[in-house]
DNA sequence: ATAATTATTGGTAACGTTTCCAATAATTTA
DNA sequence: TAAATTATTGGAAACGTTACCAATAATTAT
């Protein structure tokens, strides 16, 4: 099957090279007749732009990363499909790749651009690399996208971001714990010294109940371990248990993920606790299994469709000539079974 | 920031760009000193190989497409992140797009390799192309993934597969419900003039109660409505509403999606229904959750795992030149609470 | 009617690779 | 020692675009 090109439609239609691209690219300097004759005989022979060639010519892919941290969570893969579909209905191609929790998205992603002609970058989740990061190396643009705190050592007029406000919504979720009139709130928080969303949310805890008068307990605190910082059912059921194993006392527990969640859950109920009379749970972000778990899961609902739709609309932005922005959304908590 | 060329390094090392590029790409004509004198001067140029011109010159893309009929289901992005995986470490890029249910995938996968220049494409899920398709026009090699029946209208050789036995791992679902004594078992099944794994459980299903000499009640078989044919929490949870508002007789449900599952025992559970009392509920794909899900759901545990890297092997078998192959894995019954 | 502008056009040089071909240097064989 | 082979090399032509430039045709202003 041999690759029809440009040349094929010039010489179909007796006309230059330069000419057909013109009609392709809408290009003004085209008389509309000769356009539409041009298109129609692409149509007709079934051309299709080779875009290796146009990206060798035009120096730029037409080609936008997202890279993914945590990829278990179906939080992310929400988000996923309705960016590709707007980065797709664009005309440009959604390249995805996840990235290890050991490994620094920044690498990652400098590697990727020098190799690919990537035309943004959108990172979901992570950014470990925070603290003076090679992120100011990337001559792209780029947005992160739940990730919270600003970035250190680069600009904020240098990338764009999206999120709810970590610390805010973490200290809302604990004090709808504490009005409920639980007192002993433990937490199930991220890796100890990661810098993500988990430690933002944390910090909102330990606000709330200082707010509360109530003394912080760090036996309540569950980080999870070096060797597995993902949040998943896994690492929610497994917290769960070394917290019961550890003998601390608790009547709730606030978890950073809703998978963290369903997965404390399974593990309070199966050691006979009951949902939410003996320990409440709550989660973070607002998967739909929090509505189909049972007991349905209290939650702080991040509004994800839109936050996906304006992660990828804020990197066309800046793809477009405009300026960097950071969006900051609110979160609803709501309130279900579990709590 | 300039790009830095094949020609950079050419100069900097004093040689031509052709000792330049047979260096890069392992070339066996070439002196292994001046290989490992311009290796190292690329390193320290920190010169990376621009793709697209690659691409263009060998008019071949190091980029494999995944195509992914409802991406919703959790069971594909474990899949997903594995392939990927495998197809990084390759050296490939993978790009992922999710095509509509009601879109034709074989469409989709012909516009990409026209602008793309992929050499190859894995489809998971879907096909319903099935029939006659225009797979047949691929020119690159492709694998499908968890489809199960062999597509018509192209030829064995031409493609390679991994699935299950969809219909006899239906059979083996539905029998092990009948020997738990289970009389009135629903079904969940797929879209109804649809032709993937949905349809062939549901024969596996016929078969089996043919086989126990009971005959099949139309009632019982749920199919999902035309507007929302995914396999989803949602759909499952309003075909059991469905069920009950119909007022069939039933005592246990087979839904060919874990997904679907969990909707399904939302809706009972919430009415009032025992688990597995007043009815069983048994899914299908073994994703992690039903494992957490409160009561742990009865499943057929296909080897996810297993098959994912199967599946990117496969495609990387026939890129290298050898025969395309179709691999048929066993799933294992799991029993948990909900039987 | 002529000059000046404007609207279209085709030709061609890039873009950064790979790969064939011929050229040279190094080695082996006769 | 000359001839034949082999191991390395550099040069240059593609790959399919885009975009600049000059050329032509059509329009307007003088």
């Keep these: 099957m041999e690759q029809i090109t440009i040349k094929d439609v010039a010489k179909a239609c007796g006309v230059g090279v330069s000419t057909v691209?013109?009609?392709?690219?809408?290009?003004?300097?085209?008389?509309?007749?000769?356009?539409?004759?041009?298109?129609?005989?692409?149509?007709?022979l079934g051309y299709v732009p080779n875009n290796s060639a146009r990206n060798l010519k035009r120096s730029e892919g037409k080609a936008i990363a997202v890279l993914v941290k945590g990829m278990t969570n179906p939080f992310f893969n929400v988000m996923i499909k309705i960016m590709e579909e707007d980065i797709i209905s664009r005309g440009y191609t959604m390249v995805l790749q996840h990235v290890d929790p050991?490994?620094?998205?920044?690498?990652?992603?400098?590697?990727?651009?020098?190799?690919?002609?990537?035309?943004?970058?959108i990172f979901l989740g992570g950014i470990v690399t925070r603290r003076g990061s090679k992120l100011g190396l990337l001559n792209v643009p780029y947005v992160v996208s739940t990730i919270g705190a600003p970035l250190k050592g680069?600009?904020?007029?240098?990338?764009?971001?999206?999120?709810?406000?970590?610390?805010?919504?973490?200290?809302?979720?604990?004090?709808?714990?504490?009005?409920?009139?639980?007192?002993?709130?433990?937490?199930?928080?991220?890796?100890?010294?990661?810098?993500?969303?988990?430690?933002?949310?944390?910090?909102?805890?330990?606000?709330?109940?200082?707010?509360?008068?109530?003394?912080?307990?760090?036996?309540?605190?569950?980080?999870?371990?070096?060797?597995?910082?993902?949040?998943?059912?896994?690492?929610?059921?497994?917290?769960?248990?070394?917290?019961?194993?550890?003998?601390?006392?608790?009547?709730?527990?606030?978890?950073?993920?809703?998978?963290?969640?369903?997965?404390?859950?399974?593990?309070?109920?199966?050691?006979?606790?009951?949902?939410?009379?003996?320990?409440?749970?709550?989660?973070?972000?607002g998967i739909d299994l929090t509505r189909f778990y049972l007991p349905s899961i209290t939650t702080v609902a991040q509004p994800i469709k839109q936050m996906a739709i304006e992660t990828s609309r804020l990197l066309f932005e800046v793809i477009d000539g405009k300026e960097h922005r950071h969006l900051v959304f609110d979160a609803e908590i709501v309130e279900r079974e579990t709590t």
Aim: proline share 2%.
């Design 154 to 285: 680069v600009h904020e007029e240098d990338y764009s971001s999206v999120a709810v406000d970590d610390e805010r919504e973490g200290e809302k979720a604990t004090r709808y714990l504490l009005n409920k009139g639980y007192k002993r709130i433990a937490i199930f928080a991220g890796a100890k010294d990661d810098t993500s969303v988990g430690m933002l949310r944390l910090a909102g805890y330990r606000k709330a109940l200082e707010e509360a008068g109530i003394p912080v307990d760090e036996d309540l605190i569950m980080y999870l371990p070096k060797d597995n910082e993902e949040y998943s059912y896994y690492t929610g059921y497994s917290s769960a248990k070394r917290l019961i194993e550890e003998g601390t006392v608790f009547d709730a527990v606030f978890a950073i993920a809703d998978v963290m969640a369903v997965g404390a859950c399974r593990a309070f109920l199966e050691t006979g606790r009951k949902i939410p009379k003996d320990v409440a749970v709550m989660g973070f972000d």
């Design 21 to 44: 691209s013109r009609a392709i690219n809408d290009h003004p300097n085209i008389n509309e007749e000769t356009k539409e004759l041009v298109l129609k005989k692409i149509k007709e």
């Design 102 to 121: 050991s490994e620094d998205e920044a690498d990652v992603a400098l590697e990727l651009t020098k190799e690919k002609r990537l035309c943004g970058i």
